[in-house]
């Protein structure tokens, strides 16, 4: 993800970075479109997040025993996903990353159901766990690559990679392996080959297809959890801001987070239904275990991350972010050249190419080359973006109206670049 290699030249090494700016090694500064792919949602070194951090840190790194903090956490990630009564969890545990969350919550679901199979979407990224690399987004789609070596074939048998937003393959996938699927893990709106937008509905119509079927929906929040809204994309689409008809009434069996609910240090969790938390070790037989689960400082950024994070923040990010699409939109209206912007609450990507992307072979058909000499233009002006046409482009409250400016106004040069 880190890597130039789909843009050219070599990664810039940052020594720091604060509010909406990272600063090189070299000491040149850059308006910071990545937000450390996600979890700067305030902006970068936070004052009172990183008071927190230090004062957590004057108390112990890591005690391996059970804090106040983490039930606080727990709690408060809880209450965020209770939208008008409606509530999508009831029992959390902390993990370190994302891809442990998705991986608990895949063993869970095999734990709960005792059957073999797992349902992805081409193009979806939740992490690097063996059996979730199959036509994974991300870096994966970024070098091009059907998946990874070193998973043995058995392995990989056992996830079945569908068409995402396409409801007729869930189907099918269902009719032909009955009694089989434990799970479908879906990102809750696809943002890592570009944005992928789920079809109103989709998300709804999972959790019913899954009921139906004995599976448990696992919805991936890693991304959007916190970042697109208060209560994430299943919030959203709780309080009636997305997912047309339906979207107001279904819940997941588990939800994984990341990113943003650590704040920036290494902390991601998985939240759901007690019946099945509970089937975790130490009460029940699913193992799940980690010397670094829930540290204090990590921990300490989380809550104050999530303390922070009101209703004005999120109001800032969506402007910030609809500023940006609108100024991308005219640089190349202006040169009559067709672009495609995806967009999920404030998260968006650019797509070289005519029409709606829906999933990854829509992603992939477009002239991603272009992307290349935009974002060198871009990064000689000052500006970092993701170093990949397959990320989401990220913002932060923490993006002023100045930020933003300095964004537009670096805009035309590059979309000239693009498309000579
Ligand atoms: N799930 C989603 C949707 C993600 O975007 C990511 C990371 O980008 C992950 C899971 C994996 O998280 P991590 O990189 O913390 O292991």
Request: charged residues 20%; negative net charge; contains cysteine.
């Amino acid at each position: 993800m880190r890597a130039y290699g789909s843009v050219g030249g070599t990664p810039r090494f940052v020594s720091r970075a604060a509010g909406a700016h990272v600063t090189d090694v070299a000491g040149r500064s850059y308006v910071d479109l990545v937000c450390s792919w996600g979890p700067a949602l305030l902006g970068h070194a936070h004052p009172e997040v990183v008071a927190a951090v230090q004062e957590a840190a004057s108390r112990g790194l890591s005690f391996g025993a059970p804090t106040h903090g983490e039930t606080e956490l727990a709690e408060a990630i809880v209450a965020r996903l209770d939208v008008g009564g409606r509530r999508a969890l009831e029992r959390v545990r902390l993990v370190s990353t994302g891809t442990e969350a998705t991986m608990t919550a895949i063993r869970l679901a095999r734990g709960a159901t005792d059957r073999p199979l797992v349902v992805k979407f081409a193009g979806h990224y939740h992490g690097h766990s063996d059996g979730l690399l199959a036509e994974a987004g991300s870096g994966v789609a970024t070098q091009g690559l059907p998946g990874s070596a070193g998973i043995p074939a058995e392995v990989a048998a056992q996830t079945l990679v569908l068409p995402y937003n396409d409801l007729g393959a869930v189907d099918a996938a269902f009719a032909a392996h009955p009694g089989r699927i434990a799970a479908v893990i879906t990102e809750a709106a696809g943002a890592n080959a570009g944005v992928l937008r789920p079809r109103d509905g989709f998300n709804a119509a999972l959790a019913a297809r899954t009921r139906e079927h004995g599976a448990l929906l696992i919805l991936d929040e890693v991304l959007t959890g916190f970042r697109v809204g208060p209560a994430g994309w299943w919030g959203r689409e709780a309080a009636g801001l997305e997912g047309g008809e339906g979207a107001t009434s279904w819940t997941p069996d588990l939800v994984t987070f990341g990113k943003v609910v650590g704040g920036g240090m290494p902390l991601a969790a998985i939240g759901g239904r007690r019946d099945v938390m509970e089937l975790l070790a130490p009460l029940g037989p699913v193992y799940q275990a980690g010397t670094l689960s829930g540290n204090p400082l990590a921990v300490a950024a989380g809550l104050a991350t999530l303390r922070l994070a009101d209703d004005a923040v999120y109001a800032r990010v969506d402007a910030a972010s609809g500023a940006v699409q609108a100024g991308l939109a005219d640089a190349f209206a202006a040169l009559g050249h067709p672009v495609t912007i995806s967009r999920a609450g404030s998260l968006f990507s650019l797509a070289f190419r005519d029409g709606v992307v829906r999933d990854y072979d829509d992603a992939r058909d477009q002239d991603g080359w272009r992307y290349r000499a935009f974002f060198a233009s871009m990064l000689e002006q000052g500006i970092s973006l993701p170093p990949s046409v397959f990320e989401a482009w990220f913002l932060s409250a923490a993006h002023d109206d100045a930020t933003i400016d300095t964004i537009l106004a670096a805009l035309p040069r590059a979309a000239r670049a693009a498309v000579e």
